[in-house]
Structures are given as C-alpha cells and as structure tokens.
RNA sequence: GAAGUGAGCUAGACAAUCGCUAGAAAAAGUCAUUUUUUUAGAGGAAAGUCCGGGCUCCAGAGGGUACAGCGCCAGGUAACGCCUGGGAGGCGUGAGUUUACGGAAAGUGCCACAGAAAAUAAACCGCCCAAAUUAUCGGGUAAGGGUGAAAAGGUGCGGUAAGAGCGCACCGCGUUGCUGGUAACAGUAACGGCAGGGAAAACCCCGCUGGGAGCAAAGCUAAAUAGGGACUAAAGACUUCGGUCGAGUGUGACCCACACUUGGGCUCGUUUGAGCCUGUUAGUCCGGGUAAGCUGCUUGAGGUGGUUAGCGAUAACCAUCCUAGAGAAAUGAUUGUCCACGACAGAACCCGGCUUAUCGGCUCACUUUACUU
C-alpha cells in the first residue's frame, strides 16, 4: 500500500530502483524514529544522495496533502543535502495526529530533522 | 447611528533565489534522451455525483403495457427536476420570503385515543310536546353541554311547543353569465338554501417525459509472447483410388473452453503414485487478445466589451481574445517588505444546473425605528 516513491538525484543521473533493491535497504538501513516520520539512512556506494520518500494513503487521503508533504520533505533536503552525499535516505511518514497538522507540518519536520543531523 | 432584507464582487499582495508540469525554438546525442532560452500553468465551489445535455458505441426503428420521474399559469433554454415573470395560500410592521400548489364528484380503503356518532350519518346529557303519574314510555329537535386534530356552513334578527337555512341580512360555498387578463386567476351580477369533513406524504386516476451503457466510451498502431485459423510442400496412416485423417470420448448455442481416458518424454519418489511438457515437420498469410503507445483532449451551447429587443431569464448582431491539458497524476520551499494575518479546498472527456463546505473583506439598492438639524 505504498502510494508513492520520489527520488532526488542531484546528478540528474537515472536511478533505477526495484522492490529488490528496497528489500536489501530495509535489512540493512539504520532507523531513526520520531512522532513525526520514520528515517532510515544507510551508506550507498554511488557518491550520491537519494531520497525516497513514502506517504501512507491510507494516513492522507487527499492526494493533493500527500503531494505537498512530499514537496516539504523534497525542499528541506535540498537545502541540507551537502550533508547526505553518499548516503540513502528514506523518510515514512507517520499517521497525522489531527487535521491541522498539515499547518504546521514544516516548523514539525525541522525539529525532528535534528535528530537525524546528531546521526 | 441601530436592527434588518435582497443582489453582486473578492478569495492575501509584491520582489529575489531554488524546484515541478506542458508547449515552442536552438544545440548536443549512444536517436532513448539531455541541456539552454522563452511562454503558459486549478475553483467559487474544481467537491457530492443528485438532475439535464453534447460526444462515443450497442440495440431498435410501429403500437401498447409495466416501471421511473415530473405536476398552478406563461415564458427562457440544446435540455432539465433548472431559471425568469405572474397567480393563489402561508409567514413578516415592512423591504421581502416561502410552498411534494393536478384530481377526494372514477373507484377501493383509512381517520389512533376520546366520543352517542368519524360520514348511504347518528342522538349520551339536554330542551320541548303528549300519555301516564313520579318508575317509565311514545314522539319532536340538533340551539346548548361534553369528546376530539377534525362534528354536516358562520354571525345576528325573525320565527317556533322547543328548535332547525324554516325565512331574511351580511360573510363563506356552489352553479351560470358578464368584465379584465394570452393564461393561472381576479372582480362583479343573478340564481341555489348548502349538496362533496380530512388525507392523494395509502393505493389509485389524469396529463406530460424517458431505449441501454459510459472516455477504463470509442478509434488506430509497433513489438514481444503465445501458437488459433487458412493455404502450400515433405514424410506417414487408411482407402470403395475420388479422396480422407492428424490420439479418442463426452459437455456445450459457439470457442483459442472444460472434464475423462490414452501414446511419448522429463522431474521427484523404495513402491503404489504425483507433477509438468507434448500429440509429424517446414514455410507463407490472416486473425483474436493485452490498463504498452498514440488519438479522443480541449475553439467551446467559450470569454471580454458594446449596441439593439425584452419587466426579466435570455436572444440577435458587431468588435476583440485564445486562457491548464496531466496520466498514480504538475503550483511548493526559503528570504525580505506590507496588511485586514489568509477559510473551504485541487481540473482528470466537455458544458448547463442543483446541493453541500467556507476565514474574512468590500460595493449597491431597499425596509423599519430612534435621535439631531
């Protein structure tokens, strides 16, 4: 039931990803999990950050939400991805608390993203 | 100023940087694509999918029945269950607003409880008359009491034994005519003493309308897989020498379907057995099928401005503009400035409606009322 898989390639450079692929990471990725969303990061060989992120549709049912939430994610990530060279990142988020907290989903992921920086 | 009624507009703004989708142009290319430049990029409800149409395919081409929807009148429209104007009833001091607004005299049934009686009427307490003599019995009456959501016209006067449309006046109702209005309907006159209590949101009757399915519609195409059909050739089997067959039987309208049996091969198993493949070979052509690709896909009952006709919905004409088109699905982030501090919410073939959700802000017209001049 996973509704979505984005990828950011800094090099522009195709990717390809197969269910495989995710099984291996999953095994050997590390988490890291908060209120918010799940992380699992993991060192790759490429000498490049990817980034899968995965929204329940089931936890957001408007389409449009999900989208937005996976921009949010998309846009911090670029502005911290000198950090994450290297490295592969999955983000789940989590089942929303309430219905406002769309609102303020970015002010939430930049506290939990702290975490992930100490990692 | 306060309270209110109706109609309409708007849906944070600006700048910079990074990013998303599509078109165009140029360049590169391993011809898949990539890069650069440039242009465009959600709503008033895009929503619910409740009505109506366009479009596409299928069926039919006559008539009826069933079923469903609609139901005062006139107009508008591609069409509607929508809209506009009007009528009637309800609500409001008013501006206004609201209505499942055909028929109960086609028929069948229903009207709880209470009450004598709930509809071809009827008489509990009363009232009155006569008999009888204080127990009752015969008759008249529907004014009064009581019951109920509703009791067979209402009020007054006359009249009477008491009463009663029994008579009269006014109101209501019905019939017929006249006047106004396209019509619904309104007004008015005469006649009728009053007949059909309610409910059609019980069945029903009358009138009008309706073929079905939907863009995953529908059309086109490459390639791969599979091995269906036809033809040709070779080898084989049978032959009545013309030809016929491709292991057999059954089910089935048909099939590339299903079931059973059987020859051969492979794998597993100690065996019984289980599973899978195959039914002579080669070539050519045709075809089914597949959320693969393309078309459908946005120039349209289109927007904006104006003129004319109309009370209006709307229509006609002229000028001008092209304004998302994705395909698991594109609009965001950061920084700065400002304010009223930003709601509901995201196009999915396209239109017209209805309904529901919604932070606020603004404009116009009108009503009631207080105060001041």
Redesign the pocket.
Known sequence: ML??TQQIRPQ?KIVSLRSKDFQSFFKNAKKIPTPLASFYIKVNQLNLARLGIVVKKSFVK???KR??IK??V???Y??KIANFVGYDLVVIINKPKN?EAI?SF?SDLVKQWSKLDAF
Do not use: E, P
Request: proline share 0%; hydrophobic share 20%.
């Open positions: 509704s979505q522009k408007s389409a449009v989208n937005r921009r949010v998309r846009a911090y670029r502005s219905k609102h970015r």
